[in-house]
């Protein structure tokens, strides 16, 4: 699914933010990135989704590499990318609705079937009920849920998530979270940068843990510190 080869991002300021990484990453598995802040975990997300180009080394999305890819084909690709962002980047003023059908207009998907992919996916992170509500009027957590559904409602092979309980409360967290796996039963690919130790260790995944720019721990099933 995903392939990552030797690679290095060096901003033009010297710092180092990927040192020389390779990371293989199966169909439908999840792992998680954890690590000291300006470990490079954000970075490496940005780089997947193609929001920063790396200064050498390779990317494969499915033996396809990112490094042939033209600007003008960067939309496309994005396609098969959800991203759940660290500051929502909801539009303001918009329905939950407006939210998540946004995406697929973007497609051109015909009107019908914006309709039927956003009820679905509002049903599964559980916010049909608030679907005419604007962004403004709901929690946190809810917030966070409106960016997964925008993330998948076009059911993306590859889900990112940069710290997707940041901000949240114990119980909210859990409760993405949750959501979260629930997505990769679906034989979705996950990777989550997160910092919430409590999460890692009570839900366990593969756990990949970078420091410095370098990948200096990679366990399956493992914890936030070992």
Request: proline share 5%; charged share 25%; glycine share 8%.
């Amino acid at each position: 699914m995903i392939r990552i080869k030797k690679l290095v991002k060096k901003y033009p300021n010297g710092f180092l933010a990927l040192d020389n990484i390779d990371l293989h990453v199966g169909k439908g598995e999840f792992i998680y990135l954890v690590g000291p802040s300006g470990a490079g975990k954000s970075t490496l997300l940005d780089v997947i989704f193609r929001s920063e180009l790396p200064t050498s080394g390779d990317i494969y999305i499915d033996n396809f590499s990112l490094n042939h890819l033209k600007p003008a084909q960067v939309p496309y690709y994005r396609r098969n990318i959800g991203m759940i962002f660290q500051d929502y980047k909801l539009l303001p003023g918009r329905t939950v609705y407006d939210n998540v059908a946004f995406a697929l207009r973007v497609m051109h998907y015909p009107r019908s079937r914006i309709h039927r992919h956003v009820s679905q996916v509002l049903e599964l992170v559980g916010l049909s009920e608030k679907v005419n509500h604007v962004t403004a009027e709901l929690s946190g957590g809810e917030q966070q849920r409106i960016c997964i559904a925008r993330a998948i409602v076009n059911n993306p092979p590859i889900l990112l998530a940069d710290e997707p309980t940041g901000s949240l409360d114990p119980e909210t967290s859990w409760e993405i979270m949750q959501l979260l796996s629930k997505i990769n039963s679906r034989q979705t690919t996950v990777l989550v940068a997160t910092h919430n130790k409590s999460i890692v260790d009570d839900i366990r995944k593969r756990v990949v843990v970078l420091e410095s720019g370098k990948i200096v721990r990679d366990k399956h099933f493992g914890t936030y510190d070992g």
